[in-house]
């Protein structure tokens, strides 16, 4: 992707729907008694991996693409069907993670796999808490996808204090609960994201019954163009209808922070999700310091809080994000690598960054790394340097932003 910079960001855009949500809503709508409707749901490589795996096990979904709705044909929870084949997961660890607590309480052996990426990604984190649960689970080396799921006898509630921040290990910890006996507890040291919790509520948790469902939009792809309006020069947008959990909002308090210029109209609740607009204009920014509980509020967000922190004026220190070393690639390692070819003064911890901010960088060839993330992060900041850009393998978006660039363009002026 060529990026010709520098434009302004100017006008009203809505965003796809939040992809966590989508993932939970699919999956709980997949386990309950008659039909579910989801409307904005987000129709990205990740979350197809995650219906396909539901229509392997015999539940019955129609996607409406055009308007970006989902229905699901229910039947409850032991109502799925053993599969033909090992279901897999792509690069979705999220689909991996949860589909694991749910499959450790089925009647059938199941295999989960997925790409090279994902392969390679830690699931010794799922694996302990669910084998404490008495869930029949194995991984290679006990500790990587492919991922067996072998029946198990009655599942047993426990209570586990999670060694890392990581809603997708908690997530599959209450998700396997559904199949137990007893009372499960999940420990925080740091907060994570709350979507499964609030789902499960917005459900029934004595007996799940089909839902409607809007999907929020999604307050990690809002990120790039927060960060985007904020550094850009002479920038205004209004993003509609953002999912604003309070789990998920350290966005918004990072660039508060800052010194953005930014603010959130129109709030309301829709099927216990947060949800309103936001208003972000540009505004000179500052370096901060990022460490502590705040970190599982924006860990997706990290790439392209690191784009900001290199355009603000003094030092960004992030620390506490061991965690980046361990997504869809090394996000430490790869921004480290990447702004500095454009001239970032930045360097790695082995738990974080340390950017020292510059008025201007300097136009260059980027690699993704295929990583969604870095690829809109990366663009973000090739927006904000005079001259040409070359964003290296940007189809990676297709995870979890499909239009990214068609709603980048949008916007410039």
């Known amino acids: 992707m060529k990026i010709e910079g520098i434009k302004a960001l100017r006008g009203e855009i809505k965003i796809p729907g939040d992809k966590s949500i989508s993932h939970r809503a699919v999956m709980l709508g997949s386990i309950s008694k008659g039909e579910t409707t989801i409307e904005n749901v987000l129709l990205s490589e990740d979350t197809l991996r995650t219906i396909e795996c539901f229509r392997e096990m015999g539940i019955k979904i129609d996607i409406d693409g055009k308007r970006n709705r989902v229905r699901i044909q229910g039947k409850g929870i032991y109502s799925l069907e053993k599969p033909n084949k090992p279901l897999d997961c792509g690069n979705s660890g999220t689909t991996m993670r949860l589909l694991a607590g749910i499959l450790g309480g089925q009647k059938f052996s199941s295999t989960l796999i997925g790409d090279d990426s994902l392969s390679k990604r830690p699931m010794d984190r799922i694996i302990i808490p669910l084998t404490k649960m008495g869930v029949n689970i194995k991984g290679e080396e006990n500790k990587y996808p492919p991922l067996r799921i072998y029946p198990s006898d009655e599942l047993q509630g426990i209570e586990y204090e999670l060694p890392i921040a990581s809603a997708q290990v908690k997530s599959s910890i209450l998700l396997a609960s559904i199949y137990s006996k007893g009372k499960t507890k999940v420990i925080e040291k740091k907060t994570t994201r709350d979507h499964t919790e609030r789902m499960l509520e917005y459900f029934g948790q004595e007996e799940f019954k089909g839902k409607e469902i809007y999907v929020p939009g999604d307050i990690s792809s809002a990120s790039f163009f927060i960060v985007g309006a904020s550094i850009i ?181």
């Not at 360097?347 to 950017?355: H, N, Q, R, T, Y």
């Open 233 to 413: 020069k002479d920038s205004s947008i209004v993003i509609k209808d953002v999912g604003i959990n309070p789990t998920r909002s350290g966005i918004i308090d990072v660039i508060k922070a800052m010194g953005g210029n930014l603010r959130i109209e129109n709030i309301r609740t829709i099927n216990n999700e947060p949800i309103g607009d936001i208003h972000v204009s540009y505004s000179p920014l500052k370096g901060i310091e990022l460490d502590g509980n705040i970190i599982g509020r924006l860990i997706d967000e990290i790439p392209i809080i690191v784009v900001a922190a290199a355009f603000a004026e003094g030092t960004t220190i992030i620390r506490n994000a061991e965690e980046l070393k361990y997504k869809e690639t090394d996000r430490i390692k790869a921004m480290v690598n990447e702004l500095r070819k454009m001239g970032a003064d930045i360097e790695a911890l082995s738990d974080g960054l340390i950017v020292n901010g510059k008025k201007s960088l300097n136009p260059t060839n980027v690699n993704t790394y295929n990583d969604h993330r870095i690829a809109m992060a990366l663009s973000i900041a090739a927006l904000n340097i005079i001259g040409e850009s070359k964003i290296i393998d940007t189809q990676c978006v297709n995870i979890s932003y499909p239009n990214f660039y068609e709603t980048m363009w949008e916007i410039l002026e």
